[in-house]
């Protein structure tokens, strides 16, 4: 739950001071657990030796019998998915099988798209490990921020073998959550980019397609990136825009007759609210969107499917075809016609998990006079219409001990002349269901970023929420009786020091139509 970015420095060999130890423990808060077996870190290797431990033993904490096959170039490749690190010093553990086979002559590199690799330090003849087992840190003179790192074998080993043999690693330095941009050399010759590189403008094309895509690419996991409209010019064609993704060696510089659904590219058209991949034709598929409208891309690697969302609503699964690595892209022909990043941090936020079959909203817990809807298939809350007083939700899990937390997606968030908006936070079990923050319950208000405990009043607290997107995380301390609350991922520090349980997790709201999603961490 801190804030990122945040640096780490090394001790010793196989300290716990590292950057993979911190996500493995989700920043010391639970029990370490194989981060690349939780989907946290991504590893691969060029092979395998059939008696070989899976690749993720690189990151795991045993010394084990972790081995490419014999071969010229071999590698190991960790990648940070939605974070990157600017090193310091890294550290190699050799495998568990002999005191030989160590490492003699390879590269440590970085990279941010796994196909452009920079070589950190370069080692010849380092005899730094002699034994099966031992660890060794080099330290780094790096400037630069990288997702991935590659542990490259350009020589024989210490047995003059080209096995590549690694059972640990680890890295130090500073870590960052992943900033989505757009790409300065992979616009149309009429698109302008902001000084931000958050949004990007049509200047002029007399109607043509005009391209812009992201700096950084996807290819592994979930995630969930949104785009908002920040102006619909007039055209010609209607069209209008396309949101969607496009493979990694698209055509740089996108032409009249280039656009997202071309190329073996998926998009989302805006005018018609249809779909295109490898045609230039809409298929029907969801609602029409325009000017301030927030539009989600869903991405599941692992099931290869994209899914759209618009203001918060899924629009449905597009497409079950998803082959990475790709970049966000979009298409518009009006002139200034602009698109943003939704987000202010432009983080890429991890696909919310499904919550199909898991209960969350208590259907049964609601006032005796309640305009909430509760759709327990997709885990959301919709104010029907309350005449803007306040409708609240409690969810069926009730938290009691350790370090738990949740989260609360705003899926739509309607005008409403309480400027308080949304409510966010924990309940006792007897809530009369009035407001988030009364009746000693604990709320973080979304339209002060104020807090509440047993009063109508906001003190102040944190950063305002309640736009379409927004995840407000809250963690449950018990052990030390403290609140936290997280928006999009950035700490907004604790809240209260006086949390007691049984609690549950809970959200008020006051607009006509406004909904909210729960997610409930495993």
């Known amino acids: ?84 690190v600017k090193p310091t010093a890294y550290m190699l553990r050799h495998y568990a099988s002999w005191d030989v086979e160590a490492l003699r002559n390879w590269d440590f590199q970085g990279s941010n798209d796994g196909y452009n690799w920079e070589t950190l330090r370069k080692h010849q003849n380092d005899e730094s490990l002699q034994q099966k087992g031992q660890a060794f840190i080099w330290p780094l003179n790096v400037e630069s921020f990288y997702r991935m790192f590659r542990v490259l074998q350009w020589g024989p080993n210490s047995n003059q073998h080209n096995y590549l043999a690694l059972s640990g690693f680890e890295i130090y330095g500073t870590l960052a959550q992943r900033r989505m941009s757009w790409s ?51 055209t010609s064609n209607t069209w209008r825009f396309i949101i969607g993704v ?140 309350s005449r803007d007083k306040w409708q609240s939700v409690m969810s069926v899990r009730k938290f009691t001990s350790g370090v738990q937390r949740f989260s609360v997606e705003i899926m739509c968030s309607p005008p409403t002349p309480n400027n308080w908006k949304f409510i966010v936070g924990v309940v006792r079990e007897n809530f009369p269901l009035t407001w988030v923050g009364a009746a000693e319950s604990w709320g973080y208000i979304g339209g002060t970023g104020g807090k509440c405990y047993s009063v109508g009043s906001s003190t102040p607290y944190g950063r305002p929420f309640g736009r379409v997107g927004d995840m407000i995380t809250v963690t449950m301390d018990f052990d030390n009786g403290q609140l936290s609350f997280a928006v999009n991922g950035v700490d907004m520090g604790v809240a209260f020091e006086n949390l007691v349980a049984p609690v549950y997790a809970a959200a008020s709201m006051t607009g006509t139509g406004a909904a909210v999603r729960l997610h409930l961490d495993d």
Not at 329 to 338: C, D, I, N, Y
Request: positive net charge.
């Open 184 to 234: 300065s050399d992979r616009l149309s010759e009429h698109v302008s980019i902001s000084q931000d590189q958050l949004a990007v403008t049509n200047s002029g094309s007399d109607d043509k397609w005009q391209m812009a895509m992201s700096e950084q690419t996807l290819d592994a996991g979930k995630k969930m990136l949104s785009l908002r409209i920040k102006y619909d010019a007039a």
């Open 246 to 385: 496009v493979p990694a060696k698209f055509p740089r510089k996108g032409k009249a007759k280039e656009w997202v659904g071309a190329h073996g590219s998926w998009g989302y058209i805006a005018g018609t609210g249809g779909k295109c991949h490898n045609v230039a034709k809409s298929q029907p598929y969801g609602h029409k969107y325009g000017a301030d409208d927030v539009v989600s891309v869903a991405l599941d690697f692992d099931e290869r499917t994209i899914e759209f969302f618009k203001n918060g609503r899924t629009q449905g699964v597009a497409f079950r075809n998803l082959q990475g690595p790709v970049r966000l892209a979009v298409s518009f022909t009006g002139t200034e016609s602009s698109v943003s990043f939704a987000d202010s941090a432009s983080l890429m936020r991890p696909l919310p998990r499904g919550v199909s079959g898991v209960p969350t909203w208590d259907p049964t817990r609601k006032a005796r006079v309640s305009s909430i809807l509760i759709d327990e298939k997709e885990g959301i809350a919709t104010n029907r219409g």
């Open 1 to 84: 739950n801190e804030q990122l970015p945040k640096n780490f420095v090394h001790q010793a060999p196989l300290d716990e001071n590292g950057v993979v130890h911190y996500i493995a423990t989700l920043g010391h808060t639970q029990q370490w657990v194989n981060p690349a077996k939780a989907g946290l870190i991504k590893v691969t290797a060029s092979s395998l030796m059939n008696d070989s431990t899976p690749a993720t033993a690189v990151v795991g904490h045993d010394v084990v019998r972790c081995v490419t096959r014999p071969e010229a170039n071999s590698w190991f490749i960790i990648d940070f998915v939605d974070k990157c």
